[in-house]
């Protein structure tokens, strides 16, 4: 105690060699959730698609482990702590072996899986559920981007099966190119009257290309705001470099995109994933993840914390 009989303060004190008192040290960020990745093995059931020369980078096993390796110097400061894992192609067998290999891995804290949305949703969801890891299926995604009807998900038996998805306590990953945008954007407006949270994918794959028209962004500008406005809608940003092909990006427009979208959706609303192993067609984990983060420097800490992961936990529930 001072000679003056003040208490001193209690936790701040120097250890005894002068220091003087001590700042409480702030809180370690959150741990980032890679909230878009995919595994797979060119051998399984529907993963042709790898064999086309334009996947010649991709066409190989990927395993969680090689993600580990990939994501091993983490992000914004933050360790890899969690993942979602996404579906690559329509088939149930897919949706059951990420389910079981999510159960035996703790770094895979959810899985959005395939069911077929014309058909008996709530008895696929079931077969799904009563299998190893069947408690880490958190959403559900089609690959509406290669539906030849543009407006394929606002046909009547899909938004049956949207709302199934909605009773079933689980999210929709929405994968649209520029074709299917308007109708993608009206059918999450519809499927959030009945509860239904619609995730889009990618950004809604925006064009960034370098060489792209000067006004290229302007449409999906417009749609994607139209999404932001629909109430409990999230976006993933992942995947926007992932198809840029030999022209590459426009530095510019990358940035013009992410800034759109934290106008729009707010970073409470945004996730950050890496579309990983995708991206390396065109970059790395750790090049779209520097590149976020850089973007992102400004931010407030706690916005950060939900772009990186927070609006992941939340948008899918994870408990892991």
């Known amino acids: 105690m001072p000679a003056d009989g003040t208490p001193e303060p209690v936790g701040v004190h120097g250890d005894g060699d002068g220091g003087g008192f001590q700042q409480p040290s702030a809180a370690p960020p959150q741990p980032v959730v890679d909230a878009h990745h995919h595994l797979w093995d060119p051998a399984d059931p529907g993963q042709d698609w790898l064999a086309a020369p334009e996947h010649a980078a991709i066409d190989r096993t990927f395993t969680a482990d090689d993600l580990r390796e990939a994501a091993a110097g983490g992000v914004d400061g933050r360790p890899l702590g969690a993942t979602v894992v996404v ?61 030849a009807d543009p407006a394929w998900v606002l046909r009547d038996d899909v938004q049956r099966g949207l709302r199934a998805l909605a009773d079933a306590r689980l999210v929709f990953d929405l994968l649209v190119r520029e074709p299917q945008r308007a109708a993608g954007v009206e059918g999450a407006r519809r499927a959030a009257e009945h509860g239904l949270v619609a995730v889009l994918d990618h950004a809604g794959k925006p064009d960034v290309r370098r060489g792209a028209p000067t006004d290229a962004l302007d449409g999906w500008t417009a749609q994607v705001r139209s999404l932001a406005a629909v109430e409990g809608s999230v976006c993933k940003v992942s995947g926007v470099l992932s198809e840029v092909g030999d022209a590459g990006w426009d530095d510019d427009a990358v940035h013009r995109v992410l800034d759109v979208l934290l106008d729009a959706f707010g970073p409470q609303r945004l996730a950050f994933g890496s579309d990983w192993p995708v991206c390396l067609l065109t970059s790395s984990w750790k090049g779209w993840a520097d590149l976020v983060a850089e973007h992102a420097a400004q931010l407030p800490s706690a916005d950060r914390d939900a772009l990186f992961g927070g609006t992941a936990r939340r948008a899918y529930r994870l408990t892991r």
Not at 106 to 115: K, S
Not at 124 to 130: A, F, G, K
């Open 87 to 147: 579906q690559s192609v329509c088939t149930l067998e897919e949706s059951r072996a990420l389910l079981a290999t999510a159960a035996a891995d703790p770094l895979l804290a959810g899985v959005v899986g395939w069911v077929d949305l014309t058909g008996d949703v709530v008895a696929q969801l079931e077969q799904l559920r009563s299998g190893p890891g069947g408690e880490l299926l958190v959403g559900v995604r089609h690959l509406v981007q290669g539906e």
